[in-house]
């Protein structure tokens, strides 16, 4: 059932998962505009008229973000900036406008298509067709959905959980949106049950940094907050789109440019947000086309290239330590650091040739980073993606975070590190428990507060979760959120996983793909989305979010539901106890009535949210203390580690070899399609497609626009492949190759993951290409 996962390999299909095409492609090999803007602006309005939105679209606008009222915006994690008063952009206007679309997915839907026949339509498509409306059920014999009582699709999960052998046969995934309410009450229902499978989306997303940072310093999150980024002298962003991804940090980076600090971008590509912005909020920027720089330098590194540059950097630093000892801040590292005579070691042994090879940099460019970096009394350094989904992320976070302990950039202001986290609320899952491997501490209080007894062993994350469906280990899938078999790799293997499933249940806000590969019994549970309002026994419930930089807001609703029937996260989480646990000694439904009783356990459990009800009341809400910011390291030494990792290969053995990424475009989130579109990268109406350098293309003997297939080398020995996507000349390093996310997955093999994170490899795929057969 290839055509279940919208492959549809027979039909050349330009604009993958998006919205159909004509085929007429533009690729103008980049964008030579400001990014942000008035560009964004007319695209803004196109999707507030295609949601049929323009007036409630608007109007939600000015809500969002604000401090005391209002919801947070559901899209990225990037803090609220405090001096802002429109504190908006583009893509996060998309994302609202995308749920409040009047369209709606009935029960005469489901009756009028079926299962078989919804797979053959675009994923843009299923989408397109708005929000769902009531619990529906698959039926085997008509092979349709058909409309379920909340009650009944409680009863049936709760059948099914009790039936299984062992907690450890059900698998509970999160996608990044959750609140923390709900995910509070969704950990604790799963350890309730008996099991710690929490796979999320984090797991493919930022599990390296969250790794990194807690063996170097004890803290799973970044220590670097906004104030930070509006203080320090020297930025790194490494490996982030920041146009697309977190369009808000370009007013962050145009702020920093203006004020004199050197803005440096790390990415094998020269995005959009690495050169200029109008600053979107500024309504005399936008009027006058005045635009800002947001970069004082790009460096074009290969992929995975990284740690070499930032061990050339703290190589300049030991360089220029001989001569002045003073650019060491070594009172910072006697006091607060271990190892660092050996990382000092490691450095000096690491040859120059080496450290150019291997970051696909010159010399002088790697040392003028460094001297950047030398100069800068404060500095701050940031990454996404880019960083942490390669093989050796743990060790180059690791090597970041080496890096900025020479010079004691650590937990004073206008320094840190500072992941740039996905999910508007990924990394507030985590916090509030979403995690396969939680330390024994943390489940130690959870039990004490709860009256539970949490299971001890460790639990499955995101690969582990498909792998245990092949074996057979793993019966029941509950997805809160998100898509999973779009979202994580090897497509085909994944949907056979899921297919393999004695119930899977979808917890969302619009059809998808994973509605479509389903188990032998299916569910699909849609929930109230963040824009709308929440009422419960005691009257409308706020919920609350953690952004990238760990503030915690609260977040009010106050649309009328898509549909009478939908409930909210945390009462389907509810509803499911309910129903499956019989003894449960938790009070479910008091819970449910009123959301500060839950956040009163929170407050409880969780570090640093003692006093939860009261703080989150505040405006912008609080910022969750952090040990490591106040240099108290908490590791098993007690002082921040250096790590010791040895330079890694990065490159390929056979130079026919590319080293392929998958990112996303301009008018997308995740696995939702808004376009064929990438306005910052010149591409319109065309996402089967492949970037490659003009060398590449011609060695290979590939046109401009000509169909190529590739074909994909797994660490088992494996191979994969998509035919006719078009290759595109693009400024990338030889040897390297970049194109779409979700089209590109079903490369990633599912062993093609990270032995440090366990992260799929969804930056570093091995490549060949060739033209396609006519
Ligand atoms: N509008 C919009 N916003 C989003 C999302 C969305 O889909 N749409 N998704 C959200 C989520 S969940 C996340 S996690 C974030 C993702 O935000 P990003 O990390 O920006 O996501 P990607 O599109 O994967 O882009 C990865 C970037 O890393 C670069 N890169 C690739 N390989 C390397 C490398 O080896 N080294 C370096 N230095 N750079 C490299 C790529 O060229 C690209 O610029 O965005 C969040 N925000
Ligand atoms: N090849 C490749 N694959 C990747 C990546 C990559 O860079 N390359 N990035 C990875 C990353 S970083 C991430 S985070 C994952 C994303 O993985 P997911 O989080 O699983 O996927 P999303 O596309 O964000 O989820 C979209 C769906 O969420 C549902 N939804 C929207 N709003 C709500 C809500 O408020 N509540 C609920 N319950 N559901 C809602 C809608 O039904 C929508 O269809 O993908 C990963 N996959
Ligand atoms: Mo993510």
Not at 678 to 683: A, E, K, S, V
Request: proline residues 5%; negative net charge.
């Amino acid at each position: 059932m290839g055509e279940a996962f919208g492959l549809m390999q027979d039909v050349p299909r330009q604009g993958g998962f998006g919205p159909a095409t004509d085929g007429r492609w533009v690729s103008k090999g980049g964008y030579d505009h400001p990014a942000a803007g008035w560009g964004a602006a007319f695209s803004v309005a196109d999707v507030l008229i295609r949601t049929r939105e323009p007036f409630a679209g608007t109007k939600a606008m000015f809500v969002m973000n604000h401090p005391g009222r209002g919801y947070d915006c559901p899209g990225c994690a990037w803090p609220d900036d405090k001096g802002v008063t429109l504190d908006i952009c583009e893509n996060g206007i998309k994302h609202v406008t995308w749920e409040m679309t009047h369209k709606r997915v009935g029960r005469e839907f489901f009756q009028n298509h079926t299962v078989t026949e919804l797979a053959n339509w675009t994923d843009f498509d299923l989408e397109d067709q708005g929000r769902l409306t009531e619990p529906m059920v698959y039926n085997a014999a008509t092979d349709r959905y058909e409309p379920i009582s909340w009650d009944d699709a409680f009863a049936m999960i709760g059948e099914q959980l009790r039936a299984l052998e062992s907690p450890d046969q059900a698998a509970f995934y999160t996608s990044g949106r959750l609140s923390n309410e709900a995910s509070f009450l969704y950990q604790l229902f799963s350890r309730e049950y008996g099991t710690n499978n929490l796979p999320d989306c984090s797991n493919m997303c930022h599990e390296a940094s969250g790794r990194a940072l807690t063996a170097s310093i004890a803290t799973g999150k970044g220590t670097a907050d906004l104030e930070d980024w509006d203080q320090c002298d020297a930025l790194f962003v490494m490996g982030v789109n920041a146009a697309s991804n977190a369009p808000r940090m370009l007013t962050t980076l145009a702020a920093a440019v203006d004020r004199g600090a050197q803005v440096v971008h790390v990415n094998p590509l020269i995005e959009a947000g690495a050169t200029r912005t109008i600053v979107p909020h500024e309504i005399i920027d936008m009027a006058t086309f005045h635009t800002t720089p947001t970069s004082t330098d790009n460096l074009q590194v290969r992929p995975g290239g990284d740690f070499a540059l930032i061990r050339g950097m703290a190589k300049v630093v030991f360089e220029a330590a001989e001569s002045d000892p003073s650019v060491l801040d070594q009172a910072f590292i006697d006091e607060y650091t271990h190892e660092f005579e050996a990382y000092r070691r490691i450095v000096e042994a690491t040859s120059w040739a080496e450290l150019v090879e291997q970051a696909g940099l010159g010399e002088p460019e790697i040392r003028r980073a460094g001297e950047i970096y030398l100069a800068a009394d404060r500095t701050v350094i940031s990454w996404c993606l880019g960083v942490s989904q390669h093989e050796h992320a743990v060790d180059t976070i690791r090597e970041i975070v080496n890096l900025l302990l020479l010079r004691g950039n650590i937990g004073r202001p206008g320094a840190g590190p500072s992941p740039v986290r996905g999910h508007s609320n990924v990394q507030g899952n985590r916090t509030c428990g979403i995690n396969h491997n939680p330390t024994a501490a943390w489940l130690d209080r959870l039990d004490e507060v709860c009256g539970i007894t949490s299971p001890r062993t460790h639990g499955l994350d995101t690969v582990h979760t498909v792998a245990a469906m092949h074996a057979g280990a793993v019966k029941v899938f509950v997805g809160m959120g998100g898509n999973f078999v779009r979202a994580a790799p090897d497509t085909p293997f994944t949907a056979a996983g899921l297919n393999q499933c004695d119930l899977t249940v979808q917890v969302s806000t619009k059809l998808n793909r994973s509605h479509l590969v389903h188990g032998r019994n299916a569910l699909i549970l849609p929930c109230l989305a963040r824009t709308e309002a929440d009422l419960q026994k005691n009257g409308p419930q706020s919920i609350s979010m953690e952004d990238a930089m760990s503030s915690v807001q609260l977040s009010t609703g106050t649309r009328r539901p898509a549909s009478e029937h939908l409930r909210s996260e945390p009462a389907i989480v509810a509803g499911i106890a309910m129903a499956t646990l019989e003894n449960s000694v938790t009070p479910w439904q008091d819970y449910i009535d009123d959301y500060s009783r839950i956040r009163d356990v929170m407050a409880k459990v969780l570090p640093g949210f003692e006093g939860y009800n009261q703080l989150v009341e505040q405006p912008y809400g609080f910022r969750i203390p952090q040990p490591a910011r106040e240099r108290d390291f908490r590791t098993p030494s007690g002082r921040a580690e250096f790590s010791l990792a040895p330079l890694p290969n990065v490159i390929p053995e056979d130079a026919d070899i590319l080293v392929l990424q998958t990112m996303r475009s301009h008018d997308q989130w995740n696995t939702t399609i808004y376009s064929n579109n990438d306005r910052y990268r010149g591409i319109r109406n065309i996402r089967e497609l492949i970037f490659m350098n003009r060398k590449d293309m011609r060695m290979r003997g590939i046109k401009e626009g000509a169909f190529v297939d590739i074909v994909s080398y797994s660490k088992d020995g494996t191979t994969r492949s998509v035919q006719r996507f078009r290759a595109l000349e693009y400024d990338i390093p030889r040897g390297s190759a970049a194109g779409y996310m979700p089209e590109l997955n079903v490369l990633i093999g599912a062993k093609d993951y990270s032995a440090q994170s366990d992260q799929p490899l969804m930056k570093s795929i091995r490549v060949r290409v060739a033209p396609s057969a006519e």
